[in-house]
Protein backbone atom coordinates (compact mmCIF):
# COMPACT_ATOMS: atom_id res chain seq x y z
CA UNK A 1 0.00 0.00 0.00
CA UNK A 2 1.43 3.26 -0.85
CA UNK A 3 1.85 6.24 1.06
CA UNK A 4 -1.34 8.34 1.80
CA UNK A 5 -1.31 11.80 -0.38
CA UNK A 6 -1.32 15.48 1.57
CA UNK A 7 -5.34 15.18 1.58
CA UNK A 8 -5.96 12.19 3.02
CA UNK A 9 -5.20 10.20 6.58
CA UNK A 10 -4.34 6.58 7.35
CA UNK A 11 -4.24 4.95 10.37
CA UNK A 12 -2.82 1.32 10.82
CA UNK A 13 -3.41 -0.56 13.91
CA UNK A 14 -1.63 -3.73 15.05
CA UNK A 15 -4.01 -6.32 17.29
CA UNK A 16 -2.98 -7.96 20.24
CA UNK A 17 -3.47 -11.43 17.76
CA UNK A 18 -0.83 -9.94 15.21
CA UNK A 19 -4.10 -8.84 12.81
CA UNK A 20 -3.76 -5.40 11.77
CA UNK A 21 -6.30 -3.04 10.82
CA UNK A 22 -6.08 0.12 8.51
CA UNK A 23 -8.29 2.56 7.66
CA UNK A 24 -7.72 5.75 5.23
CA UNK A 25 -9.76 8.85 5.30
CA UNK A 26 -9.65 11.41 2.51
CA UNK A 27 -10.68 15.16 2.24
CA UNK A 28 -11.16 15.84 6.14
CA UNK A 29 -11.87 19.12 6.90
CA UNK A 30 -8.87 21.55 7.21
CA UNK A 31 -7.31 19.56 4.42
CA UNK A 32 -6.48 21.38 1.38
CA UNK A 33 -9.74 21.97 -0.39
CA UNK A 34 -11.66 21.29 2.31
CA UNK A 35 -11.62 24.30 4.94
CA UNK A 36 -12.93 24.03 8.41
CA UNK A 37 -15.84 26.90 9.31
CA UNK A 38 -14.76 29.09 12.49
CA UNK A 39 -17.79 26.93 13.88
CA UNK A 40 -15.67 23.45 13.09
CA UNK A 41 -12.22 25.28 14.27
CA UNK A 42 -13.74 26.53 17.65
CA UNK A 43 -15.57 23.20 18.60
CA UNK A 44 -12.43 21.17 17.74
CA UNK A 45 -10.37 24.06 19.63
CA UNK A 46 -12.96 23.58 23.05
CA UNK A 47 -12.70 19.83 22.72
CA UNK A 48 -8.93 19.70 23.12
CA UNK A 49 -8.88 22.41 25.98
CA UNK A 50 -12.34 21.95 27.61
CA UNK A 51 -11.48 19.60 30.33
CA UNK A 52 -7.96 21.40 31.31
CA UNK A 53 -9.09 25.23 30.57
CA UNK A 54 -12.26 27.10 32.51
CA UNK A 55 -14.92 28.09 29.63
CA UNK A 56 -14.03 31.72 30.43
CA UNK A 57 -10.02 31.39 29.82
CA UNK A 58 -11.33 29.49 26.52
CA UNK A 59 -13.38 32.17 25.35
CA UNK A 60 -10.95 34.48 25.71
CA UNK A 61 -8.36 32.75 23.99
CA UNK A 62 -10.56 32.06 20.99
CA UNK A 63 -11.41 36.18 20.87
CA UNK A 64 -7.37 36.10 21.01
CA UNK A 65 -7.14 34.21 18.37
CA UNK A 66 -9.90 35.24 16.17
CA UNK A 67 -8.47 38.93 16.86
CA UNK A 68 -4.85 38.38 15.77
CA UNK A 69 -4.37 40.46 12.81
CA UNK A 70 -5.43 43.58 14.69
CA UNK A 71 -2.82 42.99 17.32
CA UNK A 72 0.28 45.16 18.29
CA UNK A 73 1.23 43.37 21.33
CA UNK A 74 1.32 39.72 21.20
CA UNK A 75 2.40 39.31 24.54
CA UNK A 76 -1.11 39.78 25.85
CA UNK A 77 -2.33 36.56 23.80
CA UNK A 78 0.59 34.39 25.11
CA UNK A 79 -0.16 35.16 28.91
CA UNK A 80 -3.68 33.92 27.83
CA UNK A 81 -2.11 30.63 26.56
CA UNK A 82 0.28 30.02 29.65
CA UNK A 83 -0.39 27.70 32.37
Same mark, same amino acid.
Given at each position: ????????? !? *?? %?? +?????? %? %? !?? %??? *???????????????????????? !? #???? !????? +??? /? #?? /????????? *???????
Amino acid at each position: MSAPSADQA !R *LA %VT +LDDGRQ %V %V !RQ %VDN *LPGFPGQAMSRTDIERKFRGNVGQ !R #WPKE !RTDAV +LQA /L #WA /LDKIEDVRS *LMSKLAA
